[in-house]
Nanobody, 123 residues
Framework: QLQLVESGGGLVQPGGSLSLSCAASGFTLDYYAMAWFRQAPGKERDFVAAISWGGSSTRYVDSVKGRFTISRDNAKNTVYLQMNGLKPEDTAVYYC????????????????WGKGTLVTVSS
């Protein structure tokens, strides 16, 4: 069974940090582009960050550039999102996504989704 399972969400104060993980099972991530999307209450699911299947290329939405870092460890079949300088507007459910292509930034390109992990930024 193909699965992506996110972990690491929680409640953090503004300016704080969280590290999200996405572990794959049932398939290898080696030839999949990976990405993180997020969905705030009442809003659509939006692209946050992406990394190519080899890890050499990354993309970020402008609002998280310089604060978030996406990385991958293919040996562990895991993708990460390090989030620093968190803001209340970063509050959302964060979803891990996989696509059988070089880089994925659009939700319609995604082949597999995780179930999401909630990140709440509040004082």
């Amino acid at each position: 069974q193909l699965q992506l399972v996110e972990s690491g969400g929680g409640l953090v104060q503004p300016g704080g940090s969280l590290s999200l993980s996405c572990a794959a099972s049932g398939f290898t991530l080696d030839y999949y582009a990976m990405a993180w999307f997020r969905q705030a209450p009442g809003k659509e699911r939006d692209f946050v960050a992406a990394i190519s299947w080899g890890g050499s290329s990354t993309r970020y939405v402008d609002s998280v550039k310089g604060r978030f870092t996406i990385s991958r460890d293919n040996a562990k079949n895991t993708v990460y999102l390090q989030m620093n300088g968190l803001k209340p507007e970063d509050t959302a459910v964060y979803y891990c996504a996989a696509a059988r292509k070089y880089l994925v930034t659009m939700s319609y390109e995604v082949a597999y989704w995780g179930k999401g992990t909630l990140v709440t930024v509040s004082s």
